[in-house]
């Protein structure tokens, strides 16, 4: 634990028991802290290949770089959205495509996904101040409003649209949460596309074998995916 704070830049002060562990561990050295804590401004401008006065000039501190470097990451997710969003196709071939392309970014880029769950789950003071939530309510909002205008244009048969987010976006999330902690399940497009043709609470689609779902609340949700299961199997529920 000691060692991933140090990595964090998080000054550690340790009393008793502990820090005598520390002390058997080198950690009370001076020259302890260049090894184990996270890069300076010194280290950052050399490999990227700038003066520090270049850095300051253009973010004004360590803590500027380190918002412009999040905010890049958050700007592209949101590009990415909103060219699959507004792109022609039915509102199901986009879902598919927005549930593909986050598993295509979790495979590659995990320790991408790491950094953004790590800034989420930290004591705010720990770092600069980032509007994460903001983002994904942005995020979530894009989304919501395909599904919106799909409903309208009689394309998807009416629903409660956050009940709908909650279950596309959740299953999303478990899955790469499973992959991130134990590489299981394994992202793959055609899971990507399950995720959107088993979930007809967030399809919906007028016409098809499936009935329109409404569900005003969680435990309807629950007992529609018992009922449904059940169905399948040939056991009444």
Do not use: W
């Not at 990595?7 to 009393?15: H, Y």
């Not at 997710?77 to 699959?84: G, H, L, P, V, W």
């Not at 939530?133 to 956050?162: C, K, M, S, W």
């Amino acid at each position: 634990v000691v060692y991933e704070l140090l990595r964090r830049d998080v000054l550690v002060a340790q009393t008793g028991c502990s820090a005598i562990a520390c002390g058997k561990a080198g950690l009370l050295r001076p020259e302890a802290a260049l090894e184990h804590a996270g890069p300076g401004l010194r280290e950052i401008c050399e490999a990227a290949g700038i003066t520090k006065p270049t850095l300051y000039h253009f973010f004004g501190s360590k803590e500027g770089l380190f918002q412009a470097l999040v905010k890049g990451i958050l700007d592209e997710f949101d590009r990415q959205t909103r060219e699959i969003v507004e792109s022609p196709g039915s509102v199901e071939d986009r879902l598919k495509a927005l549930a593909r392309g986050h598993f295509a970014y979790a495979r590659e880029n995990d320790h991408v996904i790491r950094f953004l769950h790590s800034l989420l789950n930290m004591p705010g003071e720990s770092s600069p101040p980032i509007d994460l939530v903001g983002f994904y309510d942005g995020f979530v909002g894009q989304i919501a409003g395909l599904v919106d205008r799909a409903v309208a244009e009689g394309h998807l048969g009416p629903g409660p649209t956050n009940i709908r987010m909650l279950v596309y976006m959740g299953a999303i999330g478990e899955a790469v949460h499973g992959y991130l902690f134990c590489k299981q399940p394994e992202l793959t497009p055609e899971l990507a596309d399950l995720l959107v043709v088993e979930r007809d609470v967030v399809v919906g689609r007028v016409g098809a074998e499936r009935q329109p779902v409404v569900v005003d609340d969680l435990d309807a949700l629950r007992r529609r995916v018992r009922r449904d299961r059940g169905a399948r199997a040939g056991v009444e529920v």
